[in-house]
Structures are given as structure tokens and as C-alpha cells.
């Protein structure tokens, strides 16, 4: 048995579906372990580009055991088309596994959503709208509907009226229209006869897939700095993206947990609202979102950009137990004379080694920078670390110094083939 955990590091989009894609390789089962469809993740292979929302980016690969595990919220109708769409592209031949316990999402938590975002003003969060945050706080308030509930027409009949008679008040409250049970019932009780041939206990297959020795893979979404717990509170999703979060969303024990593979840009983007030191704007932030094509994959938002942060990327790696990096998109930095990365940040005179709690010292925080001299060749083609401009190299060690982490993979463009790992991980 192995396993490896693909962490982001930052706050999302930071490559994992592709080095999920690309592990897969070597994999014998892949885990999304939480969040939804919030998740956007690009695989880039043969010519072909897939962006996968709540589906494992093990899928195209038949051999492998795709898992959809219980700390999860799947939208079915949604999952559906996501499949659908998969097999109209001739990904026919998969191995699809949802678990029991997930979280279903519902029409009332997107509504909701959208409706707590309009409330909320100018302290919007920035959600996808996609009802994540109003999934788990259903979870967390026990009035949420489980997938076994869900395949069950007399358990989900129970379920959905009980929670219906409560969403619908909320969203009087809030102005909302509100939702017909039957209406719901009928549309949603086709979905669960199509989903229900892939419902099993998520966690009882990796036990089987454990004891057999099998190579199982994690795919996290999101990323640290957006995780509930340990994020830029309140500007975070619903959920840990963390390593440590991984046994109890996929049901294994901990001590199951090897490696942790954290991905990180070699710079910085987020979506959404939120403190973000390192942001720039200008020149070399166009310049930056044009050639990585910062704009959202799920709702094509233009991302923020900014220099790499590595304050951050180390509060990441402590509370998610990153033991290597891997760096993404180093290609989109060719061409720029001057590179910065952040080491520390400045707040009231002081220096600061770690992402304050209080959003308020936070906002305060000014990033100190190193500056290294950039790389104009193109590197896209590169295939080994000393096929790198020299400057390239001194930018991938720096980060290792700053972060007292290995990078064992390093990234040169979208597609599988460009991807150069430095050292085994399975
Ligand atoms: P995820 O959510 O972490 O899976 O990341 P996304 O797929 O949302 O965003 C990453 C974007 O960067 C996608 O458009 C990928 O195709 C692209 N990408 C990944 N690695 C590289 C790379 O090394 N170079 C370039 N130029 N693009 C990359
Ligand atoms: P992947 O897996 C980037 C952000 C949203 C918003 C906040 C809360 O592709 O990296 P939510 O809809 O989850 O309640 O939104 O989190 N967010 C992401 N940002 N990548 C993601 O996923 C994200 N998933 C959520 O933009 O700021
Ligand atoms: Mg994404």
C-alpha cells in the first residue's frame, strides 16, 4: 500500500487536477475526498482539454478506481452532465465510485447561496454559487441529505420534506423564491436511479484497495489558504482541503497518510474576496494572467495575480503536512527581468513568519521581498531540471530554501508531457 495526497497549497487552481492526471499515471485508485463542483480542475493530454468539476481526474483511465468519498457534496444533476459530457467525448470505460455519505446539493443551496452572497453587500465572499456553503452548513446542522438518503425514495421523501419546510423559511426570510417538494422529489428521484449503480461504502472499498497493497492517490480541491479551519477565515469554502482532513473524508486511518505532495504556482492567484499580500496589478500582472490564462474554471472570473508567497506556503505546508512541492506554470514567468518572492511580512514595524488569525492584522501585513533575477528563454520544452535557464534553477532552490521543502515536480506548460518529476512518490 501507498499513498499520496495532492494538496493545494495556495488558494486553488494551482494545477492539481493535472499532476492528479499525470500520478494517476501510477495509481491504482484516485480519491476526492472534499468539496464539489466548486472545484474546477484542467487535464490537458493528446491534443484533448477536460475541465472535471466533482468528477476524480482518474477517470479517464479505465484501469483506475475513481472514488467520490463521504466528506464530499455532489450536486447529481450537475455530476450527471459532468459525466454525460465525459462520454460524449468517448470516456466510456471508467470505474465510478460515490459514496453513501456524501452530502447531496440541492436547488435550494444554490439559491441560497446566491441569496446569503446579495445580503452579504460588499462583504460578499465570492463564492462559485454552487450552494458548497449551504451543503455543509445543512451537514453541520444534521438537516442534510445523504446519498444513501437520496437512492432511497421513502428515506428521501422524509428527508426532503423536513428540510424542505426549513430552507423554504430561510428563504422567505431572505426574500427568495422558494422551492415545490414535489417538484424537487420527481427531478431529483430520476437522478438517483441513474447515480445508483455507482453508490457503495467509499470506505470499505479503500479498505479492500489497502489491504491489497494498492497505490491510492488523493485528489484534494481548493487549496490551504481557502480551507474552513485553518484559511483566511471568513473568505474561505466550506471545507479542510488539508492532508489532515483526508482520513476523515475518505474513512481510512490516519496513519495511512505518507506522502503529501503540496501544489503551489510559481507565483500567486486567487478568486473571490479576501486578504492577498503579494497582490499586484499593472503590467507584469497582465502580463502574468494573459500567459497562464488566469481566468476561472468554473466561472471565468479573471483571477488575481501576485508574486510568490512563501509566508503562506509555509503556514500551508504546517497545517497540511506538505512534505514536497510541486511547482506549476514556471513557463508563464519567462520573459520577466525581475522575480520577487515574499519571505516575510512586515505589520506594524514587526516582522511576521505566519498568516496572522485576525483578518484585520492580516490586511496590515505588507510582504517582504527577495528579488532574483528572471529567465527569458522559453522553457516549455524543457524535460530535465538542468535543461533549465540557470536562473530557472536558482528560482525552484530558492523556493526550497524558503520553504525547507523538496520540490519533486516541477511544470512547463498545461499539457501531461510537460511535466518533469525530480523524484518518486509512490
Ligand atoms: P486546479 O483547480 O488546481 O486543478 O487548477 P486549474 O485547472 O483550475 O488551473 C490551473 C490552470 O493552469 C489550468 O488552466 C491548467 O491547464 C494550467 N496549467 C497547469 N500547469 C501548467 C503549467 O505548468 N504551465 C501552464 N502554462 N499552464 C498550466
Ligand atoms: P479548485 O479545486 C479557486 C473559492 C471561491 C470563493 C471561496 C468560497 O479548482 O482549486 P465556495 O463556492 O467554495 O463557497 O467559494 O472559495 N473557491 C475556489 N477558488 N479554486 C477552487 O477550486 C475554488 N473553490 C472555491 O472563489 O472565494
Ligand atoms: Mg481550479
Not at 353 to 379: F, H, M, R
Request: some cysteine.
Amino acid at each position: 500500500m501507498s499513498t499520496l495526497v495532492v494538496v493545494g497549497s495556495q488558494w486553488g487552481d494551482e494545477g492539481k487536477g493535472k499532476i492528479t492526471d499525470y500520478m494517476a499515471q501510477e495509481a491504482d485508485v484516485v480519491v476526492r475526498s472534499q468539496g464539489g463542483n466548486n472545484a474546477g480542475h484542467t487535464i490537458t493530454f493528446g491534443g484533448n482539454k477536460f475541465a472535471l468539476r466533482s468528477i476524480p481526474s482518474g477517470i479517464f483511465n479505465p484501469k483506475i478506481k475513481n472514488v467520490m468519498a463521504n466528506g464530499m457534496v455532489i450536486d447529481p444533476k450537475q455530476m450527471l452532465e459532468e459525466l454525460h459530457g465525459l462520454e460524449a467525448r468517448g470516456i466510456k470505460d471508467y470505474q465510478l465510485f460515490i459514496s453513501n455519505r456524501a452530502h447531496v446539493v440541492l436547488p435550494y443551496h444554490q439559491q441560497l447561496d446566491g441569496a446569503m452572497e446579495k445580503f452579504k453587500g460588499d462583504k460578499k465572499i465570492g463564492t462559485t454559487k454552487r450552494g458548497i456553503g449551504p451543503c455543509y452548513a445543512d451537514k453541520a446542522n444534521r438537516i442534510g441529505i445523504r446519498i444513501a438518503d437520496l437512492i432511497d425514495p421513502i428515506a428521501f421523501k422524509q428527508a426532503l420534506k423536513d428540510a424542505l419546510t426549513i430552507k423554504n423559511m430561510e428563504l422567505q426570510m431572505l426574500g427568495e423564491k422558494t422551492f415545490e417538494f414535489e417538484q424537487i422529489y420527481d427531478e431529483y428521484s430520476k437522478y438517483a436511479l441513474e447515480i445508483n449503480p455507482f453508490v457503495c461504502d467509499t470506505s470499505l472499498l479503500l479498505e479492500e484497495e489497502i489491504e491489497k497493497g494498492s497505490k491510492i492517490l488523493f485528489e484534494g480541491a481548493q487549496g490551504v489558504m481557502l480551507c474552513l479551519d485553518h484559511g483566511t477565515y471568513p473568505y474561505v469554502t466550506s471545507s479542510s482541503p488539508t492532508g489532515a482532513s483526508v482520513p476523515l473524508n475518505a474513512g481510512i486511518a490516519p496513519k495511512y497518510i505518507q506522502n503529501v505532495l503540496g501544489i503551489c504556482k510559481a507565483y500567486t492567484t486567487r478568486v473571490g474576496e479576501g486578504p492577498f499580500p503579494t497582490e499586484i496589478d499593472g503590467d507584469i500582472a497582465t502580463y502574468i494572467r494573459e500567459r497562464g490564462h488566469e481566468y476561472g474554471t468554473v466561472t471565468k472570473r479573471p483571477r488575481r495575480v501576485g508574486y510568490l508567497d512563501c509566508v503562506s506556503l509555509n503556514y500551508a505546508r504546517r497545517v497540511s503536512g506538505i512534505n514536497y512541492l510541486a511547482i506549476m506554470l514556471l513557463d508563464v514567468l519567462s520573459g520577466l527581468d525581475t522575480l520577487k518572492i515574499c519571505y516575510a511580512y512586515e505589520m506594524d514595524g514587526k516582522i511576521i513568519n505566519t498568516v496572522p488569525a485576525s483578518l484585520l492584522e492580516y490586511e496590515k501585513c505588507k510582504p517582504l521581498y527577495i528579488e532574483l533575477p528572471g529567465w527569458q528563454e522559453d522553457i516549455s520544452k524543457v524535460t530535465s531540471f538542468e535543461e533549465l535557464p540557470i536562473n530557472a534553477q536558482n528560482y525552484i532552490k530558492k523556493i526550497e530554501e524558503l520553504t525547507k521543502t523538496e520540490v519533486a515536480i516541477f511544470s512547463v506548460g498545461p499539457d501531461r508531457l510537460q511535466t518533469i518529476k525530480l523524484k518518486e512518490l509512490f
